[in-house]
C-alpha cells in the first residue's frame, strides 16, 4: 500500500489542546441578578505535523460579562491529527479549512457546554458552523484584497 498513490484522508486522533476557565469577579458577580452579555469568538488554525500528518485546531473564546465585569472566560482549543496524502495542492487548503473543522467541532461544542456547566453557570452551545461556507467566503475576501494563507476566523455574539 505504501507505493499506492490514492487519496489517503484519514483521523489519527482528536484531542482537547487547552481550556481554561476564568472567574475573575466571584463570588460577589454571582449574586448580581442582571442578565449577562455574552461574546463567543471562534478561530481555525493548521499546521504540518509531519510530512503527510497535519494538525487541525478549532478554538472558542467565550467571555460573559455583566456590564463592565467580567463573570466567567472561557477558552478551549478543540485540535485533530490527520493524515492527508496524494491530495492535489489546490484541495489542501480546502480540506484543512473546512473537512477537518468540521470533525473537530461537534467535539469544541461539547467540551464548552461542558466545562461551562461544570463551572456551575448554565451552558452555552455553540451554533452549528458551516465550515465549508465559512472557507469559501474567506477565499473570496482574500481574491477581492489579493492576500493568501490567512486562518478562517468568525466573530459572533
Do not use: W
Amino acid at each position: 500500500m505504501a507505493d499506492n498513490n490514492d487519496p489517503v484522508f484519514q483521523i489519527q486522533r482528536v484531542y482537547m489542546k487547552e481550556a481554561s476557565l476564568e472567574q475573575p469577579n466571584s463570588p460577589a458577580i454571582l449574586l448580581d441578578q442582571e442578565q449577562p452579555t455574552v461574546d463567543i469568538q471562534l478561530g481555525v488554525e493548521a499546521q504540518q505535523a509531519a510530512e503527510g500528518v497535519y494538525e487541525v485546531a478549532v478554538s472558542a473564546t467565550v467571555t460573559t460579562k455583566i456590564k463592565d465585569r467580567t463573570v466567567f472566560l472561557a477558552e478551549v482549543k478543540q485540535a485533530g491529527i490527520f493524515e492527508i496524502r496524494n491530495v492535489p495542492a489546490e484541495q489542501m487548503q480546502s480540506i484543512m479549512g473546512s473537512a477537518c473543522p468540521q470533525i473537530v467541532y461537534p467535539y469544541l461544542r461539547a467540551n464548552v457546554a461542558d466545562m461551562i456547566t461544570r463551572a456551575g453557570f448554565p451552558p452555552v452551545h455553540l451554533a452549528e458552523i458551516n465550515f465549508q461556507a465559512m472557507y469559501e467566503q474567506q477565499q473570496a475576501q482574500q481574491a477581492q484584497q489579493g492576500q493568501q494563507g490567512a486562518s478562517p476566523i468568525i466573530t459572533s455574539a
